[in-house]
């Protein structure tokens, strides 16, 4: 079986993706970050987040992440920096949530309407 060769930079094509089990998943984010020499103080969870991520963009037009992605790019930020802020969405997001809070109703609804107003600069604000 030939392995999947993730790379943030480039559009993954969603059918691929969704074929691999979440193993697989994690695995070749993993190896594309010890390809570019990045060093991560966690990178199994790094990897975890970019592939919620990834997953989110693969649901197409039935979810937000991939417009939202495609405008982060539209905005200036290569797709890893994309990949990352909305990340950063979803990790405050999901603490946010163990912790207890958020509405208990819907419990996304504030996940999806902070992705719509992420932006490239208020993801550079936050990251600089």
């Not at 020499?37 to 649901?59: F, G, K, M, S, T």
């Not at 991939?66 to 802020?85: M, N, S, T, Y």
């Not at 979803?90 to 958020?102: I, Q, T």
């Amino acid at each position: 079986m030939e392995i999947f060769r993730y790379d943030a930079q480039a559009p993954v094509n969603s059918e691929d993706w969704l074929k691999l089990d979440e193993y697989e998943r994690i695995d070749s984010v993993t190896r594309y970050h010890r390809r570019q020499r990045i060093r991560l103080p966690d990178e199994h969870l790094h990897a975890l987040i970019h592939v919620i991520v990834e997953n989110q963009v693969a649901l197409g037009d039935t979810f937000v992440a991939k417009g939202v992605l495609l405008r982060l790019v539209r905005e200036g930020l290569d797709r890893h920096e994309a990949i990352h802020a909305i990340g950063s969405v979803l990790a405050d997001h999901s603490s946010v949530l163990m912790s207890g809070g958020g509405a208990k109703d819907d419990p996304n609804a504030e996940y999806i309407s902070k992705l719509k107003s992420l932006t490239a600069e208020s993801w550079r604000n936050l990251a600089s």
